[in-house]
């Protein structure tokens, strides 16, 4: 495994985060570090999510809708094979070409437009939300 954030990075993950003892979810972080968008309270929450869901033997599937880089779930797969559950199949989610055309209509928690940025990011030739095709089999 190779180790993605420079080491001062994950000390500082470390002392911002003592209450995290279990090694596993830090080799993990470092592992996904380059190919998710989430920070690294949102990690330890998907962590912990399936810990609840193994310990308590909640049955179902994993599924990520729009998975970028498929971080995330690269995170999930590793904590249900830690804590011993390889029953479960894991489904990716994506349109795998950015996000589609927005509208005045999509907006966030605040009512803030996101027409605006998405018409920049178009603008400029690049995807918004799109992850280059094939970056996630590199971390496998």
């Known amino acids: ?3 993605l954030l420079k080491p001062e990075a994950m000390v500082k993950i470390d002392a911002e985060y ?3 003892d279990d090694p596993l979810f830090f080799q993990v972080a470092r592992l996904i570090s380059q190919v ?3 920070d690294i309270a949102a990690e330890r929450a998907l962590y912990k999510a399936i810990h ?3 310990k308590k033997k909640i ?5 990520e809708c729009g998975v970028w880089s498929s971080g995330s779930m690269l995170l999930a797969a590793e904590a249900l094979r830690h804590f011993g559950d390889t029953t479960r199949t894991t489904y ?13 209509q999509d907006i966030d928690n605040l009512g803030n437009s996101a027409l605006h940025s998405w018409s ?3 603008v400029t030739g690049q995807s918004w939300g799109a992850a280059a095709r094939g970056s ?3 971390m496998c």
């Open 1 to 3: 495994m190779r180790m």
């Open 18 to 20: 003592p209450e995290i």
């Open 36 to 38: 998710t968008i989430s």
């Open 52 to 54: 609840h869901i193994v």
């Open 59 to 63: 049955p179902g599937n994993i599924v």
């Open 92 to 104: 990716l989610c994506d349109t795998f070409a950015g996000i589609p055309e927005l509208s005045a």
């Open 120 to 122: 920049h990011w178009r």
């Open 136 to 138: 996630m089999s590199a």
